[in-house]
């Protein structure tokens, strides 16, 4: 099955500085990665995707790179700001979608 | 938008006893659920997949005689701990998706709002 793996485990940032964490997956046959930010006790929320067929996605200050050959795929937060700081998770799915280790991103004001 | 509506979102049961979790999809149909547990500070771990009418697929180390899952239609889906002990205590979470209908995520994936279990 799908194995993902997510790095760094922990990131802290300057407010203004940029943010990156790298997820890698096993199976090529996953077609669909989404991230998610999740508060403390809250449902994750889908804050950016990207599909196989596509290589990077912007919106406003997130953006996704996707490469399918080396299988890995990365989530870039510029301009961070304080209420940036949450667990971020990555996932891989072409059925069912499995989920990075997650991420604990702090941003010092 | 989609909306997948789960009950309830907390609840505190003694050792031994039976706990339902439902999952509804509000405003479009879901063909898969999938049931997620989270452990504190830890990610998402999938338990089980459940398409409407079949039995569901239990992802290896999950007891599917303990936790059962049940999809009767395409707008709902329940996960049953049975016999719940302090160490099910936990998040879990369902997904609705891909969907369909005119309610259906773009994204194919609809997270319900969580419940958090605690067995005393």
């Given at each position: ?42 449902r ?22 996707l ?21 971020y998770?990555?996932?891989a ?17 | ?7 309830p ?22 063909t ?8 504190p ?27 059962l ?15 719940a ?22 994204a ?8 958090r279990?605690?067995?005393?």
């Amino acid at each position: 099955g799908e194995n993902v793996e997510q790095h760094p485990s922990t990131l802290s940032v300057q407010e203004g500085d940029s943010a990156v964490i790298k997820c890698t997956y096993s199976d090529s046959a996953s077609n669909y990665f989404p991230w998610y930010k999740q508060e403390l006790g809250k449902r994750p929320q889908l804050i950016i995707d990207i599909r196989s067929n596509v290589g990077e996605k912007k919106d406003q200050r997130i953006a996704v790179t996707l490469n399918k050959t080396a299988k890995h795929f990365s989530l870039h937060i510029t301009e961070t700001q304080p209420e940036d700081s949450a667990v971020y998770f990555c996932a891989a799915s072409r059925s069912e979608m499995r989920f990075g280790a997650g991420t604990r991103l702090t941003v010092k004001p | 938008g989609a909306v997948v509506s789960q009950h309830p979102s907390w609840v505190i049961c003694k050792s031994g006893t039976s706990v339902k979790i439902e999952c509804r999809s509000l405003d479009f149909q879901a063909t898969t659920m999938f049931w997620y547990r989270q452990f504190p500070k830890q990610s998402l771990m999938l338990m089980a997949t459940s398409n409407e009418g079949s039995k569901a697929t239990y992802e290896q180390g999950v007891e599917k005689d303990k936790f059962l899952i049940n999809h009767a239609s395409l707008t709902l889906s329940t996960l049953t701990v049975t016999s719940a002990h302090p160490e099910d205590s936990s998040f879990y979470i369902c997904s609705a998706g891909p969907g369909v209908g005119a309610g259906a995520s773009v994204a194919g994936y609809t997270f319900g709002s969580g419940t958090r279990l605690t067995v005393v």
